[in-house]
């Protein structure tokens, strides 16, 4: 079984100011990571993903996480938020126990990004 | 690449009817996941498809509720004698076979309102 848990419901935060969204993961098998951003009234989009290799991942708008296996986290975070970064984002796992990919998300952080 | 298209977009509905969404995975992509969203909360898995075949239902998939892939492209979810726990966003998602991480894409989702 897997799980994720985001400990924060929401985090507001102003414009050009840093941000981490935390992560906490559970799973007895080997885990690849995602996160995911959803705007208003949308459907999900893919920001970043883990699945091997370097442990610091990046999006090509700014956004990093890092996968740190001892304390089971891929906290994803920001240098400088902008207006429009304003959204839900939701973490996600995939267990490696072969056989097809069930995605097992976290209840999502909602980003307020104040101007 | 047109994406994952899912419709309709928005459905009201009174309580004891009949729905049904469809969804459009991305041309090959092969797996075919079905999911549910209430407010506050990450997507839930309710269902997945490999080609035609429908490999696992969640426990979230009362009697009620039933999925098909018959040609192993588009599907259907339909939601018989609609209840007010079922409104919801009904997700729609899609991925290449080839192995665990491969990228799922999320269609925009289809709102169920029931009143």
């Known amino acids: 079984a897997q799980s994720v848990t985001q400990l924060d419901s929401q985090v507001p935060v102003f414009e050009e100011a840093p941000v981490e969204l935390r992560c906490n993961y559970s799973?007895?098998?080997?885990?690849?990571l995602f996160w995911y951003v959803q705007y208003p009234n949308q459907g999900l989009q893919l920001l970043l993903k883990?699945?091997?290799?370097?442990?610091l991942v990046e999006s090509i708008n700014g956004f990093e996480a890092e996968f740190n296996k001892s304390q089971t986290s891929f906290h994803l975070r920001k240098p400088s938020v902008h207006i429009s970064d304003t959204a839900e984002y939701f973490c996600a796992v995939i267990g490696d126990s072969g056989g097809y990919q069930k995605v097992t998300f976290g209840t999502g952080t909602k980003l307020q990004v104040i101007p | 690449d047109t994406g994952v298209s899912q419709n309709p977009r928005h459905k009201i509905t009174k309580r004891g009817q009949n729905v049904t969404f469809r969804c459009d995975p991305i041309?090959?992509?092969?797996?075919l996941y079905w999911y549910r969203q209430t407010l506050g909360q990450g997507p839930e898995f309710l269902t997945y498809f490999q080609n035609e075949a429908q490999l696992e239902k969640s426990r979230l998939l009362s009697d009620r509720f039933s999925a098909e892939r018959p040609k192993g492209s588009f599907s259907t979810l339909e939601i018989q004698r609609t209840e007010q726990g079922d409104s919801a966003m009904y997700l729609c998602a899609s991925s290449l076979d080839g192995g665990t991480g491969n990228t799922i894409y999320f269609g925009e989702g289809s709102w169920l309102t029931v009143v």
């Open positions: 799973s007895s098998v080997s885990v690849y």
């Open positions: 041309s090959e992509h092969n797996r």
């Open positions: 883990y699945l091997s290799g370097s442990t």
